[in-house]
């Protein structure tokens, strides 16, 4: 009965914190930074922020060249562009409530572009 009593005890625990963790957000404005040439943010909080300024946006096209944009609320601007199979592939599967973090190198070439996807990451809103 006692052992009973500590699994059924250890059970509740597990899973009031399962749902202690549900539901969080993390937003992420734009965030630009020229002097270590990297730009980062969630596209969902540069689409709802309240300053009319933010972008954070990449595109790919047919010919094979991305390129991925942001300006931050102070406006301070960044791009870069790549025609690295990789990167092309992490770019196009951004969408619009994912998190972009870019790395690029003083010629204006991204050297790294992490995209990520979560529900915990801010949504866009209309």
């Known amino acids: 009965m006692k052992k009973t009593g500590m699994m059924w005890g250890l059970c509740v ?3 009031l914190s399962a749902i202690s963790f549900a539901g969080e957000r993390f937003s992420a404005s734009v965030y630009v930074n020229t002097t270590t040439r990297a730009f980062s943010g969630n596209l969902g909080t540069a689409r709802n922020g309240l300053d009319s300024v933010s972008y954070l946006w990449c595109a790919s096209n047919s010919a094979g060249v991305g390129r991925c944009y942001a300006k931050d609320a102070s406006g301070t601007t ?4 790549t025609i690295d199979a990789d990167m092309l592939a992490t770019i196009r599967s951004l969408n619009s409530d994912s ?14 572009i992490h995209v990520a996807t979560g529900s915990h990451f801010e949504t866009k809103g209309p």
Do not use: I, K, P, R
């Open 78 to 81: 960044a791009s870069c562009a």
């Open 13 to 15: 625990a597990m899973g």
């Open 99 to 112: 998190n972009l973090q870019v790395s690029y190198d003083s010629l204006g070439e991204c050297t790294f």
